[in-house]
């Protein structure tokens, strides 16, 4: 099973990036698959997940209505838009699949991919 996760870097507040998630070794279309993050000295954290379908989507408050997230099951990716970014966006970002978007927002997933890293600062 491998989840790579890229698009990561250093853009200034207000500004946007688009992080991707490529999956492979397992059949991504069964899965719900999220995102979370982990800041400098904090504990990872939930920020968004999606259904198999595409149908569902749930999103932590701190990113809700400036964060999307986005799935092709075709291509066995996944996607964050994120929009009006803040320093305190700042994290290594990381996706992961799970069996259930419930599970996967109590952040317990069967697999987990490399992070990238997101930095927001002027």
């Known amino acids: 099973v491998q989840l790579v996760a890229s698009g990561g870097g250093l853009v200034q507040p207000g500004g946007s990036l688009r992080l991707s998630c490529a999956a492979s070794?397992?059949?991504?279309?069964?899965?719900?698959m999220g995102w979370f993050r982990q800041a400098p000295g904090e504990e990872r954290e939930f920020v968004t997940t999606?259904?198999?379908?595409?149908?569902?989507?749930y999103y932590a408050d701190s990113v809700k209505g400036r964060f999307t997230i986005s799935r092709d099951n075709a291509k066995n990716t996944m996607f964050l838009r994120m929009n009006s970014l803040k320093p305190e966006d700042t994290a290594v970002y990381y996706c992961?699949?799970?069996?259930?978007?419930?599970?996967?927002?109590?952040?317990?997933?069967?697999?987990w991919g490399k992070g990238t890293q997101v930095t927001v600062s002027s």
């Open positions: 992961a699949a799970g069996v259930s978007v419930m599970t996967m927002r109590v952040s317990s997933a069967s697999y």
């Open positions: 070794g397992f059949t991504f279309r069964n899965y719900a």
């Open positions: 999606i259904d198999w379908s595409g149908g569902h989507t």
